[in-house]
């Protein structure tokens, strides 16, 4: 999910804390516990550190085992995707997990030429699109593609086949481009690879005990300057660690639950993509509505809303959203990246190309 | 009768708006600051009830207006590409004219959604100011939080040795956080301890808010080296129903947020948005980001005022927010019944302000790429700096020079400029919490 979904649903567990939201309140609240504390904002601030040390960290110190080399300014699509398939064959012989870097072509300062690397399970193939110049804004520009002879490149792999069918494809082109695992593991006596995207994402950050030592530093701070229920500030910290943990196992890429005693990235369960809309607005959503009913509760002696629970989060939460999924299900185009579609259909056709080609050239040999 | 004075003064105040909106680094809430110490020295002339109708239609113009002057007044290189925002590129590819228009269409659905959501101003809006006005420190610490966390490497991570690519990709950020610390004591000094004489007191903020924000742009365009390109004037836009209604829906959503929290501008309630309603991912982004960015600027400026107009039982004073709503509390209090006329005075000065953005910006876009942008910025330069100089004197202009170099940090390192609302943001969180005092003492302020 995006970082303000785990950012806000910190703050809305937090808020599940009387003495939490009591000590957080202003004292014109006329809450006898008010103490205007910030403590609602550790939920928030610790909901959001695993995509922190990820995308702030642990991606620029994550060592790659091969980069990626082109020139910007003549990209040849089959010297790349020679150096990709020629490295996963490589690592495949050797046994090794084979981790590349695939940075982006910068043009310019707000100029990107933009490539997508994809993989045919079927064919067994690993190729390379070369697309147009886009702008920081992922804009491209028409006619800025290369030749139709410098646009694709092929290579078909040696000495493995790939796990999946159509392991999703890659588009490089703003700012800092991704980086690739590659795992083989030899089933049934044949080498078999599947790709993970960001090797370096969702590892030691997300795991739960991380996030309980680094509660322990808000609980000792709280602690030291004897503020009141100094056991909530690390309760809430974890809290908030723990839910941004527990939202990504619905992704498809889980997490290292319990580094370090076991490194291995867990698989997610795969329920929704992390980047949808509907499921990122429909949580901010939910958490803001259950947010305001909490601090309402549990500031004021009277509650200023004056609806039962249930007819509030009725009129509030579930016809709001339920318009929005309708509208949304009716205007809205399926979530692909554009570049990454346009790569997939030309693959299409140059492969229906191969194939006519082929059938045409069996044809002619059988008469 | 006063019927006749509302219409009178809502005219007067589109076009004082108007005019005032298209000089290039001037700020409505300046001029609003200017009008207003006239207004009182003018005192028992000046009519109680025109009051309203006037600032409402000149912010309302400013709203429209202001399109012009941060569209056109600007050819920044290919360098400050990154940092531009998708109007300037259309302008910087010949469609200005279209981008204005696409502005002027955003402000327009600004006013209709202003009035499709009277009834949740009235029955919702209430409880929820006086549930979240008992805990607006921590709201606004969370936000500062948030936009610090968020803001994205915008390097490329290249680098032979694990520390030059982090060092490479993470500049912008380091650049933002050192923006947010450094303007946040600057404003907890500037609010503690102002150097500027008590009668300009009503323009404390302003020659900081110059340097923060005017002065670094202005710099930024007079190091370009960028030539205005032939403009086309266009007879329709590239706009569909689809990108209206997404538009809407996120300018609602970052209108909303800026509208009503506190010191929180339409660049940070658009971050925010963008994030909450993962709605930034789409070849049609530049289109949805200017609506949206449009939708968002008119409920920003004109719907935090409109609040104002909201008296009920819970709101008695109304839920005004914003910089025109400061700037006229000492003479302004709404009474129940004047929504009409405020939400009136928007449709007028806003239909009337539309056709004056599309006849000024034809107007603008016959004679821009003949004029020297160099001549325009000094020229812009030495009226900003004449005005703070005449408002405030030499602590202002000194004001102002510390904040040019706060506020030129993020424009050349590429971080976000909203960072130096660091300036109100920290230290009106601190102060709201209680702890404004202890701080400035601190740092010797007290």
């Not at chain 1, 147009?132 to 290369?146: C, D, M, R, Y």
């Not at chain 2, 610090?148 to 490497?153: D, I, R």
């Amino acid at each position: 999910m995006k970082g303000l979904t785990h950012f806000i649903s910190g703050v809305t567990l937090a808020s599940f804390f009387a003495p939490a939201v009591a000590a957080a309140a202003l004292t014109k609240s006329g809450n006898p516990d008010a103490s205007a504390s910030f403590i609602l904002v550790l939920g928030g601030l610790y909901g959001i550190l695993p995509d922190t040390f990820d995308f702030k960290l642990g991606r620029f110190f994550a060592k790659e085992d091969v980069t990626l080399e082109f020139d910007p300014n003549n990209p040849d699509p089959q010297d790349m995707a020679n150096q990709v398939g020629q490295a996963i064959d490589k690592a495949a012989v050797e046994g090794k997990f084979i981790q590349i870097q695939y940075n982006p072509m910068r043009m310019g300062a707000n100029l990107w030429r933009q490539y997508v690397v994809s993989y045919d399970g079927e064919k067994n193939e690993v190729s390379v699109v070369i697309n147009e110049i886009v702008n920081t804004s992922q804009l491209p520009f028409p006619g800025t593609e290369p030749p139709p002879d410098k646009r694709i490149g092929i290579y078909k792999l040696k000495n493995t086949v790939f796990l999946e069918k159509r392991p999703k494809p890659t588009g490089v082109d703003i700012l800092s481009g991704p980086m690739m695992g590659y795992e083989t593991k030899v089933v049934d006596g044949k080498n078999v690879t599947s790709v993970e995207f960001l090797p370096w994402h969702r590892t030691w950050s997300h795991s739960y005990v991380l996030g309980l030592f680094l509660s322990v530093i808000a609980w000792l701070i709280a602690w030291w300057f004897a503020l009141e229920n100094w056991w909530l500030y690390g309760l809430v910290s974890f809290l908030g660690y723990a839910v941004h943990i527990t939202e990504d196992l619905t992704g498809h890429m889980g997490g290292s639950l319990i580094w370090p005693f076991n490194p291995k990235r867990f698989d997610g369960y795969c329920l929704f993509k992390a980047s949808d809309p509907r499921t990122n607005f429909t949580v901010v959503y939910t958490c803001m509505s259950i947010l305001i009913f909490n601090l309402d509760r549990f500031t004021f002696a009277q509650p200023v809303i004056p609806l039962p629970w249930y007819s509030y989060f009725f009129f509030v939460a579930v016809i709001p959203l339920a318009i929005y999924h309708v509208i949304y299900a009716w205007a809205e185009a399926p979530i692909v990246k554009e570049g990454v579609a346009q790569a997939e259909s030309l693959l299409a056709r140059h492969n229906a190309a191969r194939n006519e080609e082929a059938i045409a050239e069996q044809d002619s040999i059988t008469g | 009768m006063e019927f006749f004075t509302i219409l009178g003064y809502t005219l007067l105040g589109t076009l004082v708006g108007a005019v005032f909106s298209l000089f290039p680094s001037l700020h409505i809430y300046n001029v609003a600051g200017i009008v207003l110490v006239l207004w009182t020295y003018l005192g028992d002339s000046m009519q109680h009830a025109a009051v309203g109708p006037f600032f409402i239609s000149m912010i309302t113009a400013f709203a429209f207006i202001n399109t012009i002057p941060m569209t056109f007044f600007g050819a920044p290189d290919e360098s400050a590409q990154v940092t531009i925002l998708p109007n300037t590129i259309y302008f910087m590819n010949g469609k200005g004219y279209e981008a204005a228009v696409i502005q002027g269409l955003g402000a327009l659905i600004g006013v209709f959604l202003m009035i499709a959501l009277t009834p949740l101003f009235y029955y919702v809006l209430p409880y929820v100011d006086v549930v979240l006005s008992a805990h607006m420190h921590w709201i606004i610490l969370l936000i500062v939080v948030y936009l610090v966390l968020s803001e994205w490497p915008k390097g490329c991570g290249f680098g032979t040795t694990r520390l030059d690519r982090f060092s490479e990709a993470m500049g912008n950020v380091f650049a933002g956080l050192f923006t947010w610390v450094v303007s946040g004591i600057l404003g907890i000094i500037i609010l503690s301890k102002s150097i500027i004489t008590h009668e300009m007191g009503f323009q404390n903020i302003m020659p900081v808010f110059v340097g923060l924000f005017a002065i670094p742009s202005i710099l930024q365009n007079l190091v370009s080296t960028r030539q205005v390109p032939k403009q086309h004037i266009c007879t329709d836009i590239d706009v569909t129903a689809n990108d209206i209604g997404k538009s809407a829906f996120v300018g609602t959503v970052s209108g909303a947020i800026c509208g009503y929290v506190p010191a929180i501008t339409a660049g940070i309630g658009s971050i925010i948005a963008s994030h909450a309603t993962a709605m930034g991912f789409s070849a049609r982004g530049d289109v949805l980001f200017i609506l949206g960015g449009a939708i968002t600027k008119f409920l920003y400026y004109v719907g935090a005022f409109l609040l104002i107009f909201v008296v009920t039982p819970l709101t008695p004073a109304g839920v005004g927010k914003g910089g025109l709503n400061i700037i006229l509390r000492p003479i302004f209090t709404a009474e129940p019944g004047d929504y009409l006329m405020g939400i009136s005075v928007i449709l007028v000065a806003g239909g009337i302000s539309f056709f004056l953005l599309l006849w000024l910006s034809r107007w603008v876009l016959s004679w821009v790429a003949d004029v020297d942008y160099h001549d325009l910025y000094w020229a812009a330069f030495v009226a900003i700096t004449a005005l703070v100089a005449a408002l405030t004197g030499f602590p202002g202009l000194f004001t102002m020079l510390v904040g040019t170099a706060i506020g030129c940090v993020p424009v050349f390192f590429h971080a976000r400029r909203s960072n130096c609302m660091g300036v109100l943001l920290i230290p009106i969180c601190l102060n709201m919490a209680g702890y404004g005092d202890q701080v400035a003492a601190l740092f010797g302020l007290l």
